[in-house]
């Protein structure tokens, strides 16, 4: 049975319209080939010392680092991304949670136990191929996912999982009999590549839905970088492009969709 790793980030600034979680699935056995392309990227925007010995690229991709200075490093980070997408190496999913939204006010879903659920909401609706998953969430500390209990999360969703693949495959066919989740291990992003790059691709949607490019003082190199995003998404041939004011893109292998609650059960 293929395994599968789930790599994840949020962005939220305070007095943004949408939040964004987003995640990045990935076979593991495709790992060692992306991971192979993005030190040939990081080699190639190296430089050699003075003793002519190859320094390669190390900072850290982060969207908040997006400047003049290395808007090309970021454009071919986009372009790797895109490549990847295109073949079926990843899937990427953002889901853009209303902060405006009555409803979504309404059931708790942004204060308190919020966070909890949209993590679940992300993983469980886009994890579509019955398989052994292993989730990596952005570790960095903040008030809302600190209130998140990584355990009782797994559970719950490791129970979901067993319902949803349960028809398509034997139960006792999985290796231990111990479910679909595998575990949920919160990661530095500073460690993590994947993540590093989740940050970039949600700063330049969130920069989009967020209408920031609209704002006195946008940054030059951040609009560049999100237009760039935004062709490519465009361009792209496979990914159907379903709203103008707000992005909403549909296919097998990118996916950025709104969630709204359809009632106020848990989802255990």
Request: charged letters at 30%.
């Amino acid at each position: 049975m293929k395994t599968f790793r789930i790599y994840s980030d949020e962005s939220r600034q305070k007095g943004e319209r949408f939040l964004l979680l987003s995640g990045l699935w990935i076979g593991e056995d495709d790992v060692s080939a992306t991971d192979a392309t993005i030190k040939r990227l990081r080699r190639k925007n190296g430089y050699k010392n003075d003793r002519n010995a190859q320094i390669d690229f190390l900072g850290e991709f982060k969207w908040t680092k997006v400047s003049s200075k290395y808007l090309s490093v970021y454009k071919q980070l986009v372009d790797l991304f895109f490549e990847w997408i295109d073949k079926d190496l990843v899937r990427y999913c953002c889901m853009l949670i209303d902060t405006q939204d009555k409803v979504v006010n309404q059931y708790s879903n942004i204060k308190k136990e919020g966070y909890f659920k949209l993590l679940y909401q992300l993983y469980f609706h886009n994890s579509k191929i019955p398989g052994i998953y292993k989730i990596f969430p952005d570790s960095i500390k903040n008030p809302t996912q600190d209130k998140v209990d990584f355990n009782e999360l797994d559970k719950c969703l490791d129970n979901a999982l067993l319902i949803k693949f349960k028809p398509l495959i034997n139960p006792a066919e999985l290796p231990g009999g111990e479910g679909f989740l595998n575990n949920i291990t919160p990661t530095n992003s500073k460690q993590c590549e994947y993540i590093q790059i989740i940050d970039v691709m949600m700063g330049a949607l969130g920069y989009f839905q967020n209408r920031y490019f609209k704002k006195e003082g946008a940054k030059g190199s951040k609009v560049k970088l999100m237009k760039y995003v935004i062709d490519k998404l465009i361009y792209s041939g496979v990914i159907q492009i379903q709203s103008k004011k707000f992005l909403i893109a549909k296919s097998t292998k990118f996916n950025i969709w709104i969630f709204r609650p359809r009632n106020k059960k848990d989802p255990c």
